[in-house]
């Protein structure tokens, strides 16, 4: 359901292209219900279309342990990004029904809606409302960005997946959220380990940037009379750059465009992305602000210490700042990660073949965290390589971290 | 005919927007076929469209002396680039005609088609055809840039300007061609002078640069496994523009694409155009040379002197250049250049109120210059701007240029 770019001959040498609510996303939805059914689950949807399949328990006063973790893609995604967390969930479910395994708590698992932000643009949008850092309205309202003026409430509504329920933690109650994820980076493949326990994730703040100049021909404005605002944004991507390289944190551009955008006109306007990342809170925000500083002093013409100079004379220019998204550091729980590193040891033998980490990007347990005990398990990523269609993870990496994710729940349960 | 946007409240405070071989492009070559008719001329068309009003002189067997610019603009164009050599022309033709004065050469305005390639993107595309620089059948095939599917061919057919004459100088011969033109840069004004005296014009050469690195998270990935094609870029034309300073030349940059293009993916590859100019040709080809080394060190991650040290371990990225378009430095008529040096001096008395200059754009005369004697005349534009709705010069520097256009043809027939 959502078979996305070819890149290979065998099979499986495709990536996925399932954009949340779209009718491939039904798809998938439809048989992950029948699945989660005819492994003797529950079935339940909320208002966000979150879906929770639940195997009862012995104890019928304790709330689920949950696997979760989404089943959207990119538009160019791979086959593995939250795939894996849901496909070994429904694994894990399995193992219990064919051995007849009992546990106290019952064991569920969640479809978390529309993840990727790649449709309608809010990253981790419905674990977001289940966790109460988005409003309901907000993300009813958010547009496709195709421009059809379709909304997520629109497109719930025509594909059956707006539940009754309502999506907070008081409706759908958990006693924990574990999520097996890829890596997305190279960490664990660089370092041969198969098992990455993540202690919880860096903090992040996405900017929009914007610098004004001055058009003008290229050919008759001598250099010093230049409101160039592309040199000036280049100047401020490679210092971002540097500046974080200093902290130990990340920067990152991933969106720049331009006006006039002719070859013979000095660019007048240019906007970018900036994507400021560090496992500290307080790092994140000392690059914001000596950035914010530096900047200022790139766009004036000043000179800036581990910045080239600046051409002589350029003209000053205006540089505003808007904050995008901001998602503070979090760090997972003590049980969680314990019950995670556990069952790495167990599974895997060597404690030279997992390691603690801190996850590079945001996942629905980030919101889960904010409300019940959550932990995260991460596989190798070939490469590093993802939200692409050669995103790969091997069969066995794929089995060993569905082993450790069920052995999580039930030490869990009993501990 | 093609007024553009309003920038003011005064009736001409308005830009013009006026494609080449639209309709607004029509309705202004048919009032200046009648406007010239009117003043006693013989108006003929060539291939190119390229209209050629001619009264007649003494002499029946000396080729005419033309003045000549264009009438078509950018899509946000001003009221003066092109437009101001041929209102000139017409208004130097009235002179003669009301003053019945008499010239050995015939005197002729030419207006040539579709100058700005803004439309159709070749620049001075039939003042080139003309010349033997762009092939005819080239010219013809190329489309509007809007994607109509309309070509030259196709929409001078539609308008009723494809001409039967050949676009050659042999079909239309020139004794010599003088171009009154606004100087689209600021030299002029910051200098306090009424008239630039253009000696040539500078060389200048287009590339389309090609950074391919590798698309990854900009959460998961670390600053040391990153092909990070934007950040490359960005020290590229950080660089282009410092090596550019040192040899006293202009690199600019107008256009630049990236891909993927989200906020939390690093760009895979970037796409950017690269404008070298000159006074001299041997300067253009240095700083190309010294790019083309740079820029494959920069993509290799090593150092470069002159330009920030990379992020230690950079994964090493593809860099590809593309040559889009060459025009070589061009020296204009010595005989011409007189003539408009020695009109200026008569017609402002001082010489500090002119100065002699280099064009820094490409204009007809530098296509009319490789066969027949040519100058050009600048007056001030109004903060240097230019291919914008605010461009401005005042009506007493336009006539003060008219009169140095007639005064020069007047001057070059006698002498
Ligand atoms: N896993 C993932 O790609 N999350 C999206 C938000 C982020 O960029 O970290
Ligand atoms: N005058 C003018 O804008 N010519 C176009 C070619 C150039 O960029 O120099």
Chains 1, 2 share one sequence.
């Not at 449709?119 to 907000?138: C, D, H, N, Q």
Request: glycine letters at 10%.
């Amino acid at each position: 359901w959502g078979q996305g770019e070819r890149w290979g001959s065998a099979v499986i040498d495709t990536g996925m292209k399932r954009l949340a609510l779209t009718d491939a996303d039904k798809a998938v939805r439809d048989w992950f219900v029948e699945e989660a059914k005819s492994l003797g689950c529950n079935v339940t949807v909320d208002e966000m279309g979150n879906i929770f399949a639940v195997r009862p328990g012995t104890n019928p006063d304790l709330p689920p342990i949950y696997a979760g973790s989404h089943l959207d893609t990119q538009p160019t995604g791979g086959r593995y990004d939250g795939i894996l967390g849901v496909m070994a969930g429904l694994e894990g479910l399995r193992v219990l029904q064919e051995n007849d395994i009992q546990t106290d708590h019952p064991i569920g698992l969640v479809n978390w809606t529309s993840e990727e932000g790649a449709r309608f643009p809010i990253t981790m949008i419905s674990s977001g409302v289940w966790a109460g850092v988005v409003p309901l309205e907000k993300a009813y309202a958010s547009q496709d960005v195709g421009g059809s003026g379709s909304t997520v409430r629109s497109e719930l509504e025509r594909i059956g997946y707006l539940g009754p329920r309502p999506a907070t933690p008081e409706a759908t109650p958990m006693a924990a959220h574990f999520e097996l994820h890829i890596e997305q980076g190279p960490i664990l493949e660089n370092n041969q380990q198969k098992i990455g326990v993540v202690n919880g994730a860096q903090a992040y703040k996405w900017f929009t940037v914007v610098v004004k100049g001055r058009a003008a021909h290229t050919g008759t404005t001598p250099m010093d009379a230049r409101g160039d605002a592309l040199l000036v944004a280049a100047r401020m991507i490679n210092h971002s750059n540097v500046v974080a390289n200093n902290s130990g944190a990340l920067a990152s551009t991933g969106i720049l465009t331009l006006q006039p955008g002719s070859v013979n006109v000095i660019p007048s306007h240019v906007r970018f992305s900036l994507d400021i990342r560090s496992k500290s809170d307080a790092i994140v925000t000392e690059v914001e602000q000596k950035l914010k500083r530096d900047f200022a002093a790139i766009a004036q013409g000043r000179d800036v210490e581990g910045c080239t100079p600046p051409s002589a004379g350029t003209l000053p220019m205006e540089v505003t700042w808007a904050t995008d998204y901001h998602s503070p550091a979090v760090h997972f729980d003590q049980g969680c990660i314990n019950a995670v590193r556990t069952s790495a040891a167990g599974v895997l033998g060597s404690s030279e073949l997992f390691r603690d980490m801190t996850s590079g990007a945001g996942h629905d347990s980030v919101n889960t965290s904010k409300h019940v005990p959550t932990a995260m398990i991460f596989v190798p990523s070939k490469g590093g390589i993802s939200h692409h269609p050669e995103e790969w993870t091997s069969d066995e990496d794929c089995a060993l971290g569905a082993a450790v994710l069920l052995q999580a729940m039930l030490r869990y349960d009993r501990g």
